[in-house]
């Protein structure tokens, strides 16, 4: 009997620690609702100075200054954080790295979302940290990928380089008029798919000319596409010259392109020397013969 009890208290035992090795007890529900002063952040400063050490290389934002500095810059990555957590001080340092290794092609950025509960609503950040990219001000990729400056570049890098961006409301559509000065819109049936494709094959034969699409109709009403247009439909709009260009041929990535090719330079331009490469690229260009030839380079004239 003796014996039975023994073997049944090892077995027991055993089962207990091989469960505990398999399953390590985790944070309950309740423990990552706690407030920061319950949370035990070991090995960092617990203490609110700590972003001011990345000041240098990462811009800080609040409610006050994030719409502006949205409407003044094209590509934006934002780390919503919280002052007290663990994980938003241990991202901090490779988020300033990879701000560095980023400088001149995006903005990376740092938002107190603990603090600013109005921007946490708005951006539905239940978690700390949540990144997310902004292009011309409206929020398009979430970042899940490994924490490290290399990953993060990399990946933002990829995410720049994708042929079209997604509009879905009249509030986005009006921020990305504030930063654009000429774009192309796509209305479709679907932001997913054949049209989708098409539209992205022809926006990377267009460096210069940055490429949206839409499913919405209020959106599409709002580039001066008639709501009830037959879709696919497209646009091209020239927000400094005032014009609005709508496409009417088959919706191949070709024909897109070429149509873009036509009309994202007037027929008739001053020629600098910022616009003449573009100029003699053109194939529309004209050669004029003749005795004189008045070249006109900003606000120096040659005659020839």
Known sequence: MEKTKTLLLLLTSSIILFKLYLFPPTQSHEDLKAEPDELELTNLNNNHTWPLLYAKDVVSLNGKNFSEFMGKNRNVMVMFYANWCYWSKKLAPEFAAAAKMLKGEADLVMVDAYLEKDLAKEYNILAYPTLYLFVAGVRQFQFFGERTRDVISAWVREKMTLGTYSITTTDEAERILTVESKLVLGFLHDLEGMESEELAAASKLHSDVNFYQTTSAD??????????????????????????????????????ANFVTHTKHPLVVTLTIHNAQFVFQDPRKQVIEGPLLLLILGNSYFCF
């Open 219 to 256: 959106v599409a009403e709002f580039f001066h596409i008639h709501p009830k247009s037959k879709r696919p439909a497209l646009i091209f709009l020239h927000l400094e010259a005032g014009k609005a260009t709508p496409f009417r041929h088959q919706f191949t990535r070709l024909a897109i």
